[in-house]
């Protein structure tokens, strides 16, 4: 086993998945999922997962629903939404209520991303 953290990412853009992969899997051990009802069938087989980032907008179910429902199961995973557009009244509550740690902006700044998961671990 090595000690590369476990990160699943959720987009439901195969690109964004792709970018996510490659600018990370030398750092991190990536999971992707293209919507939330997979990222709850990926988090439910794989433990070792400690840090989710979901993107906000994406069909079936948004990025914040989704954290809503995994963090009743998985109370301990470190949430994080993606989001291509300015902060929602839904995003902002999901930030005071906690069931978030940050949001970020698309496209994503690799620092800040790589900042925000190296103080949760």
């Known amino acids: ?28 051990y990536v999971i992707t999922a293209e919507s939330g009802y997979e ?9 070792e997962i400690q840090i989710v980032i979901s993107d906000m907008k994406m ?6 629903e989704f954290i809503k429902l995994a963090k009743q199961e998985f109370p301990f995973i ?4 993606l ?6 009244e839904e995003i902002a509550d999901a930030l005071n209520n906690k069931l978030i740690l940050k ?10 991303l790589q900042t925000a998961i190296e103080e949760v671990i």
């Open 39 to 47: 990222g709850i069938n990926i988090l439910k087989s794989n433990q």
């Open 59 to 64: 069909p079936g179910m948004n990025g914040v």
């Open 78 to 81: 470190k949430f994080y939404i």
């Open 103 to 112: 949001y970020f902006r698309k496209p994503f700044n690799v620092k800040d």
């Open 1 to 28: 086993m090595n000690n590369k953290i476990t990160i699943l990412y959720i987009d439901d853009e195969p690109i964004n998945l792709q970018v996510f992969q490659y600018t990370f899997e030398d750092k991190y």
């Open 83 to 88: 989001t291509g557009f300015d902060i929602t």
